[in-house]
């Protein structure tokens, strides 16, 4: 039977873990998944942000909770997954949100930074979805959103870790939605332009980099945070169900040009 345009967007019933949902896009993503029906599970490090997003949450009607971690402790990831699945039950939907960038200029980068950002940007996705896919595949429905980036396709300065991982990112993505998509779990990535987050305030501080950076997209302006909001439903939904593999860049027309 046909679904409904209602029930193709609803994620009533479906449960979300948000990883990097204490700031930024991983916040604002896990308030749309809740806004759009879902209980969302919040992880980050920060007992205090994550317990003010929750309750911003609960407050517009939603359900939330939070798991508070150090994700880079990769030994974490299984505590992380029973906890989270202790709220509302196994996770159907993963969002890799967490990640790092420390801007670091090639000539600075140690062992430690190299590792800690291609561990929290590449390593903890495949991981933490590794948990989440046995869960996925007993319900038969399954959504992973990662995190891609500009970086993904492009060369910025004082980046390189960043950009490596980033680069993996797509590739992971396309490896995930190969390995997963016929038990009925697609793996899709949003590569988001320049938005305002605590990750992108250098960037957001400097008035000449922000003009040029709009200036460079299509639209003629930088990203806000809700011009994610479609593209995180969609690709949570049973509407995006023969979409898997793809990256999507959501950057005004950034990439186009």
């Known amino acids: 039977m046909t679904q409904s345009i209602n029930d193709m967007f609803s994620l009533s019933g479906q449960v979300a873990l948000v990883t990097g949902a204490s700031s930024g896009i991983g916040r604002h993503m896990a308030g749309v998944l809740a806004s759009a029906g879902a209980d969302v599970v919040l992880v980050a490090r920060s007992a205090d942000k994550l317990e003010a997003a929750v309750s911003g949450i609960k407050e517009a009607g939603g359900r939330a909770a939070a798991v508070s971690?150090?994700?880079?402790?990769?030994?974490?990831?299984?505590?992380?997954?029973?906890?989270?699945?202790?709220?509302y039950g196994a996770p159907t939907i993963l969002v890799n949100a967490a990640g790092v960038n420390l801007r670091e200029p090639w000539d600075q980068i140690n062992d430690d930074s190299w590792d800690m950002t291609l561990n929290l940007n590449l390593s903890v996705p495949f991981f933490l979805a590794r948990h989440c896919v046995p869960g996925m595949m007993e319900k038969a429905y399954g959504r992973i959103i990662n995190i891609a980036s500009l970086q993904s396709y492009r060369a910025f300065a004082d980046s390189m870790p960043y950009g490596a991982s980033k680069g993996g990112v797509t590739q992971l993505t396309r490896a995930m939605a190969e390995a997963w998509s016929k038990d009925g779990i697609t793996t899709n990535a949003i590569a988001p332009g320049f938005f305002p987050t605590e990750l992108t305030?250098?960037?957001?501080?400097n008035p000449?980099?922000?003009?040029?950076n709009a200036a460079m997209t299509a639209i003629?302006?930088?990203?806000?945070?809700t011009d994610l909001d479609g593209v995180t439903?969609?690709?949570?939904a049973p509407a995006s169900a023969y979409i898997s593999g793809q990256v999507?860049?959501?950057d005004g027309g950034f990439t186009a040009k």
Do not use: M, T
Request: without cysteine; proline residues 5%.
């Open 69 to 87: 971690a150090d994700l880079n402790d990769r030994s974490q990831l299984d505590q992380v997954y029973a906890q989270a699945s202790a709220h």
């Open 233 to 236: 439903v969609f690709l949570s």
């Open 208 to 212: 000449e980099k922000l003009a040029h």
């Open 248 to 250: 999507i860049p959501v």
């Open 201 to 205: 305030a250098p960037v957001f501080g």
């Open 220 to 225: 003629g302006r930088n990203g806000e945070l």
